[in-house]
């Protein structure tokens, strides 16, 4: 059943009740009406909340750690641990590579440094 069902027939009820005359029947109908739009938004926001669920879970199954660093499969980028930790988020880290600080990898959100 879809909730544009629930609507038609909260519709046809109160046009039914407004045709009878029927004051408080009508209040109801439009209490009802209200709860219903309520339970829409709140099914709305747990499907969009189950979407991001399942899209972080397969994220996930896609990550390993290499070092400090996170890798993903399919791709040669390095994460930064900080971040992914802290937000969820996935930052590329730049490479960097010279004779004062050796061969690694910095975030550029956070700036933490991870040396390999
Ligand atoms: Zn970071």
Not at 22 to 48: A, G, T
Not at 77 to 103: A, M, Q, T
Request: hydrophobic residues 35%; proline residues 2%.
């Amino acid at each position: 059943m879809a909730y544009g069902d629930i609507r038609d027939a909260f519709v046809a009820a109160k046009n039914f009740a407004t045709g009878a005359n029927d004051l408080q029947l009508k209040s109801v109908l439009l209490d009802l009406q209200d709860m219903v739009f309520e339970l829409q938004d709140e099914n709305r926001m747990l499907r969009e909340e189950n979407h991001s669920l399942k899209n972080e879970k397969i994220l996930e199954s896609e990550l390993y750690k290499e070092g400090m660093v996170w890798r993903r499969v399919g791709n040669e980028y390095r994460y930064c641990p900080k971040c992914y930790g802290k937000d969820n988020k996935l930052i590329v880290c730049d490479e960097y590579n010279n004779s004062d600080f050796g061969h690694g990898y910095q975030c550029p959100v956070c700036y933490s440094s991870f040396q390999i």
